[in-house]
């Protein structure tokens, strides 16, 4: 098995091959741990005062142990539609700079 191949030789059916699909969960968890493990930081200069963009995230979703990071709430809250948004405002660097390249 490889990232373009899915499939293998069934050992009792010569003629048939067998699939696997990795489920959306694991996915997440995948892709939070390779996420994290680079070089992925976050940086806090809000004030107390000023309303958080992801207000649902904690310092548990970056800095997580083994454990915490099996929890699948904490890779698809990480991994959201509002964070990555809050991310692309807040971002420095210069999209149309790196599509150029």
């Known amino acids: 098995m490889s990232i373009n191949k899915s499939h293998f030789s069934c050992p009792v059916l010569r003629d048939c091959c067998i699939y696997s699909f990795p489920?959306?969960?694991?996915?997440?968890?995948?892709?939070?741990?390779?996420?994290?493990?680079?070089?992925?930081?976050?940086?806090?200069?809000?004030?107390?005062?000023?309303?958080?963009?992801?207000?649902?995230?904690?310092?548990l979703h970056v800095e997580c142990d083994k454990n915490q990071c099996q929890k699948v709430c904490l890779a698809a809250e990480l991994l959201s539609h509002t964070t990555a948004t809050a991310t692309q405002k807040y971002s420095t660097l210069d999209c149309a700079e790196t599509t150029d390249n």
């Open 23 to 59: 489920d959306c969960p694991h996915l997440l968890q995948l892709l939070q741990n390779w996420l994290l493990d680079g070089e992925f930081e976050i940086i806090s200069s809000a004030s107390s005062t000023e309303v958080r963009s992801c207000h649902k995230l904690s310092m």
